[in-house]
């Protein structure tokens, strides 16, 4: 079977029932976010929200949000708490690019679909904001082929809150949070 031609674009709400699709096949509950959230976030910041479809079909199997945060906004458990407010939050002038979602249908991985989405958002945000210099996310300890890209796209483990996550009838997971610097080229 060959790989699906793919292509990746701006979210728009008509993408919100494919968009909670994959969050429900991605995240189990007590780690899921809802759809009213993820309608702000693309309110609050369409050109950080990308999906990833397939070009024949039509389908929307791949999602990645975020946020642009100001310097001084610091990073901490409060504003890293699942469900904060990206109306709140977000700013079109902010240097952090925080990444707030990121997850494939489960027919669609290990296609380096994921990859190519999160390379997408990159190169978006170099382009077109400039001033961004660092990214941020936050992964559970769990989540091993998350963990492996983002080790593979330059991130690298600063610190780890305890017990962040916590699952349904399952033990708590720690959350890793991990950044990366973007380097700007030198001037003159
Ligand atoms: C994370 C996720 C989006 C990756 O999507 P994907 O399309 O399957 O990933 P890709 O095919 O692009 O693979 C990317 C890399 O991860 C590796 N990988 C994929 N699944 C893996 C696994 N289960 N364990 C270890 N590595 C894995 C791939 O081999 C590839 O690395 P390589 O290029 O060195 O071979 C997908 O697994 C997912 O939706 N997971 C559940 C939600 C989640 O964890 N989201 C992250 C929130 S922080």
Do not use: C
Request: charged share 30%; no cysteine; hydrophobic share 40%.
């Amino acid at each position: 079977m060959s790989a699906p031609s793919i292509l990746i674009r701006s979210a728009t709400p008509a993408d919100i029932d494919a968009i909670m699709k994959i969050e429900y096949e991605s995240f189990v509950a007590g780690s899921r976010e809802d759809r009213d959230l993820y309608l702000k976030r693309i309110r609050a910041f369409p050109d950080g929200f990308l999906v990833a479809e397939n070009a024949e079909t039509g389908e929307v199997g791949g999602y990645i949000s975020s946020e642009l945060w100001r310097e001084d906004q610091g990073v901490n458990a409060e504003v890293l708490a699942l469900g904060h407010d990206p109306l709140e939050l977000h700013d079109d002038n902010g240097t952090n690019l925080y990444i707030t979602s990121f997850g494939t249908l489960q027919s669609w991985r290990g296609q380096k679909i994921g990859l190519r989405l999160f390379a997408a958002l990159e190169d978006k945000i170099a382009r077109d904001y400039p001033d961004v210099t660092k990214e941020i996310l936050i992964v559970s300890e769990k989540w091993t082929a998350a963990r492996h890209l983002y080790a593979k796209r330059g991130f690298k483990e600063t610190g780890r809150i305890i017990d962040f996550f916590t699952p349904d009838d399952l033990p708590a997971e720690d959350a890793v949070i991990m950044m990366k610097d973007i380097a700007k080229p030198v001037q003159g």
